[in-house]
Structure formats: C-alpha cells, structure tokens
C-alpha cells in the first residue's frame, strides 16, 4: 500500500509543472468517480503526452473505460480536473474523437455504414445543412482508410463485429480530431482487423496526433504503444513504456491476478 | 363522395390520419428507444390531469380539460425520467410505476368528485368522439374554398394540423441529433449533444401530440398509433428515413381504412349498425403490424417496442 501511494505522488509532483499540462493531450487531476457507494476511481492523476500511443491498462474493473468516460463528461465525476491540450473539454471538443465500445450500441439500427460514418461529421455539419461532396468525399476515405470501401451501403447489423469496429474508427476519423479515444478497440474482433486498426492508429500517430486507447491484452502493449497508464481504481504507475510497464508496476496493479508465468511471457521492461 | 362525404367523412377522417401522424412521428424513436409504452403512460395519467382540472375549475369545457391533461402529462413525464436516472431502472419500469401511481390517483380523486359528470369526459377520454367531428357548414368540395363554411370547421381539426405539422417540423429540424442520441449515446455525448434534453424534448413532444390526439380521437387510437404504425414499418425496412415515411403511410392507411370499415362494415356483413371508429382505426394498425411481422421483409430481429 505505501508503494502505490508513493507511486501516486511521484506523478502528482509531476503533473504540477505547469508547462507539462499545456504539452499534455490529455491531463487528469484528482479524478475521483463513483457508482453507488464504491468509488470506481479514486483521486486519479494522469498525464497523456502529445503525439504518443497511449493504453490504459488494469484488470477488469479496474475503472479503465470510466476513467475515459469521465474525461469525455460522459459519466459525472465527484472531483477532479480535466484538460485536453491545456483546454477544457468544452474548449478542445472539436479536436477529441472518440471510440466507444462496440457493444455499447444496438447494431440492428436502421441506419447504413456510410450513414454511421456521417455521424463524425455531425458536429460541423450542424442540424440543417446538406451534406455535400466534400463530406461525402471525407467518409468515403475514411471508410476506405479502414478496408471498408465496398460496404458503404451495408445495414450496420450485417456486418461482423470486426467490421463494426472497423466503421466505429472510420466515424472517429472523420472527425479529422487531434486526439483519438478508444475504448477496447481490440475486443472481441478477428486478427485481420486487429491489424488493420493498429496500422491505422499508427499511421495517425506517424502524423503527429495523439491516441490513447483502454487496452486488455497486455502481450501486445510492447508492440503497439510508447506510453502506458495503469489503473486499479487508483493510478498504479504511468510512463513510457519503456521505463514504466515494469513486472513491479504491473503486480502491483493486477494484485494476485497474473501468475509469475503470465507475467515473463510479456517481455516487459526491466524482466 | 359528394357533399355528403365532405360533411360527414372528410373532416372525421382528416382528423383521424393527422392524430395518427402526430403520434407516429414520435414513436419512430420511442420504439428504438425501447420506450414505446410512454404513449401507455401519458394516456393512462390523463385521467388524473382532466378530474384535477374539474376539481379546480368546475366545468367539463375543452380548454381546461386540454389543459389539465397537458399538465399531468408533462408531470408524468418528468416523473418517469427522475426515476429512471435516480433509480437507474430501465425505462419501462419506470413508466409502469409512475401511470400506475397516477392512473390510481386520478381514480381516487374520481370518486372524491361529482362523478356522474366527469364520468362522462372519462368515456370521451378512451373512446374518442371522431364519428361527431362533422362538418355540418359544408355544402359540397366547394366548402373546402369557402372562409364562411371553414370558419365552421370542427375545432380539433386546426388544433391537430397544428400539432401534426409542429411533430413534423421538429422531425425534420432535430433529425440528426435524434438519429445519433437514439443510435449511440455516448458519441453524442462526446461530441458535445445535450443528450439527456434530446430525451426529455422527446417525451414532452410525444405528450403534447398524445394530448391533442386524445381530445380528438381517444386514448385507444394515440396508445395504437405510437407503437403500430412505427413498429410495422421497422419490419419492412432497414433505413431510418424509410422507415418513418412508412410509418405516416401505415397510420394514414389504418385511420382512413379503420373509418372506413367502422362505418360500412358492418353494415356490409348484414348488421344494422356501425362500430367505433376510434376502435377500428386501432385494430386496423395492429392487423397492419401482424402481416408485417408475418410477412414482412426478413430481417434479423425485431426490435422490441418497449
């Protein structure tokens, strides 16, 4: 116990350079959320540079897709700061794009794949103006930036959950923003999209914007991200992962829940 | 169908596809937000609103009555949203508790009041009165031009245009923040939608044309034509803006074939009276449903409506 609370500390002194904040994608302070009684979050501290590939990372329950939620004023917090880019929410909103879950939507919705994608343009497009070629044109790419081009007209309930997770990214990315949420983008979906996605999400990375994504499988948080936050209703360890997804940082973090075989098979730094 | 159409027919008919419209228009999103019962819920709270507006006013006239029915629909609706947040129940259990509760009350009150008057609105509020909505100024098509015979047009008739042409128009303005809050919330949220108000607005607007359809046509038809007309048209297609062209087709078919059939049918089969037109229209949207689910295009499942 007086581990973590070091751990916090360390990054709470941190994130008190002011002028890390303003480099920050996204900086939380003090997030604390709760459902009921029992907090889901406890006083979280979290810093996302720019221009990283971020996961949140922690078990299950841990407060990974709350703490995004939360960030995103989906769900309310009890206390605590949030900034994009050195804004708040409101200011930064046109630059955020966000991923949901997939199982978080009724996929039987009368609505089309290309209609789905539209949506990302919504915010710009206002209640009343048409859609014109230039959107059309943006959705299309997007779309096709996923491998999806030929689906355009598709009923969202025919396609395969990969696929519906490949359309959810393609809205996000219409969205032209600097920042890309996602939550679990690699759950439940078959190893072509995986690949697909990650190419994805590292072409916007090489471009200079940011993504932070809830992640749950950790045999591919090497591969795939330069920086982990690591979460059990309180922040465990954050960093470069690099220097920070340590077997220390990660015991801690998933308490008994990882064997001592789990946790050399990840590779992580410093084993 | 000569004057005697245009005095006794148009204008019950009229009324009967614009209430089934006005309540059509909504329910295309109550049933994707599986919250199609609150057509259920604001007619069942109706009762309560109309014998407090008697019991403050002392008259069975319109306006009051409109007026009191509006109020504990709106009161209902607030109500069923509060719980539903602060209780964290889905929806459906909470439009059961509250109709139930005020549906309860108003009958209380009922028995408190001069009953052997406000029974009589209590009638009115289920059935409906289309079959007296004539139009006895007409004088043949020509009256459809003429501002004297106008000017002696039912009054629910204006009154439902009004309400019909405003869910219209409220369709049409907030399509796509209905569309996104409707198919994916959390989107909505993060890209700045006031969801929660999208939901409520809803609701509110579900209970204005619930109120204005009631008065006209009777509770049986607006609970029939949030649920019916919507829920058949989602069988035959997978487009949103397909589907609520649709649903107008299948509720303007059901009030005119329902009238229709109320008033010759039977006569047709050999009785010597007609039946409730407010009944029929009902029955006809629920037959519509039946062969669309029966026959309708294949499609993966149906969503249910509450």
């Known amino acids: 116990m007086p581990e973590r609370l070091r751990l916090a500390a360390d990054d709470g002194a941190m994130l008190s350079d002011h002028a890390d904040v303003a480099r920050a994608a996204l900086s939380v302070r003090g997030m604390t959320v709760s459902y009921g009684e029992k907090p889901a979050l406890f006083s979280v501290d979290a810093t996302f540079p720019v221009g990283a590939m971020s996961a949140i990372i922690g078990p299950n329950g841990a407060g990974k897709s709350t703490f995004l939620k939360a960030a995103l004023g989906l769900v309310p917090m009890v206390s605590g700061e949030v900034q994009f880019f050195g804004q708040s929410l409101a200011q930064a909103r046109a630059r955020i794009a966000y991923v949901p879950q997939r199982a978080s939507v009724d996929w039987d919705f009368p609505t089309t794949v290309i209609d789905v994608v539209l949506m990302g343009r919504y915010r710009s497009l206002g209640l009343l103006r048409r859609i014109g070629r230039a959107e059309m044109a943006l959705a299309q790419e997007a779309l096709a930036r996923v491998g999806m081009e030929g689906f355009a007209n598709r009923q969202i309930g025919q396609l395969s959950g990969g696929q519906q997770q490949r359309v959810f990214l393609a809205r996000a990315l219409a969205q032209q923003a600097d920042l890309y949420l996602l939550d679990e983008p690699f759950a439940g979906v078959d190893a072509a999209t995986e690949r697909a996605i990650i190419a994805v999400l590292k072409d916007l990375n090489a471009a200079g914007k940011s993504v932070i994504a809830v992640h749950h499988d950790l045999s591919t948080v090497v591969d795939y991200f330069d920086h982990v936050f690591m979460v059990n209703v309180r922040a465990m360890a954050q960093g470069p992962v690099a220097s920070a997804f340590t077997t220390t940082a990660l015991s801690q973090t998933y308490g008994g829940r990882l064997g001592a075989g789990q946790l050399d098979q990840l590779h992580p730094a410093g084993s | 169908m000569g004057a005697e159409f245009v005095q006794f027919s148009l204008t019950p008919m009229l009324i009967g596809v614009l209430a089934a419209i006005a309540c059509a228009l909504p329910g295309n999103f109550l049933i ?275």
């Open chain 2, 32 to 306: 994707l937000r599986r919250q199609a019962l609150i057509g259920d819920a604001i007619s069942h709270v109706v009762l309560p609103g109309i014998v407090v507006a008697f019991l403050v006013t002392g008259t069975v006239a319109t306006m009051p009555m409109l007026i009191g029915a509006g109020g504990a629909a709106l009161v209902a609706v607030v109500l069923i949203e509060a719980i539903r947040r602060l209780g964290r129940i889905e929806p459906g259990a909470a439009m059961g508790v509250v109709f139930t509760a005020l549906f309860a009350g108003g009958v209380l009150l009922l028995e408190q009041s001069d009953t052997s008057r406000v029974h009589l609105d209590v009638d009115h509020a289920l059935m409906g009165n289309l079959e007296t909505l004539i139009w006895l100024r007409a004088s043949g098509w020509a009256s459809v031009i003429d501002p004297v015979a106008l000017a002696h047009l039912p009054p629910e008739l204006p009154r439902i245009a009004i309400v019909a042409a405003l869910m219209a128009a409220l369709t049409v303005i907030f399509w796509r923040p209905l569309k996104l809050a409707t198919f994916d919330e959390g989107f909505a949220r993060a890209i700045g939608l006031p969801v929660s108000a999208i939901g409520l607005a809803l609701v509110i607007a579900a209970a204005v044309a619930a109120v204005a359809a009631f008065d006209a046509v009777g509770s049986i038809i607006v609970i029939a034509m949030f649920i019916c007309p919507p829920a058949t048209a989602r069988l035959m297609t997978d487009r949103l803006a397909t589907q609520v062209w649709l649903s107008l087709a299948v509720a303007a078919v059901s009030a005119i074939l329902g009238y229709v059939l109320a008033g010759y049918g039977p006569i047709w089969l050999g009785f010597d009276s007609s039946v409730s037109a407010a009944g029929m229209i009902a029955t006809i949207s629920g037959v519509m449903l039946a062969i669309a689910c029966l026959w309708g295009r294949a499609r993966g499942r149906v969503t249910p409506v509450a």
